[in-house]
């Protein structure tokens, strides 16, 4: 995932490009987004996909979700105080 500057059009990376990160959604506040992505030792053998804040000023992941099945869609409140997302909390999902 990258982001682009609108004046120049120079895009810089944000996170591990090693890593998928999938379904990214802006905070109303412009300052970070939400996204699913995996950081387990096992990713490319297991469906265990997490939430996670990224900060952009710092470019800091932040784990939302416990890791405990495939986590899809996340998406902030109007008001930046929660994130809403589907979940399926399958054990047979992880190892």
Known sequence: MDQIDISSGAATPVGDPRWHHLYPAWA???????????????????WVWDVY?????TGRFMALTPSDGVSLMPAFTADGRFVHYFHDHDATTSS
């Open 28 to 46: 109303p506040d412009g300052r970070s987004v939400v996204l699913v992505t995996t950081r387990r030792p096992d990713w490319d053998l297991e």
């Open 53 to 57: 804040r990224v900060e952009l000023d």
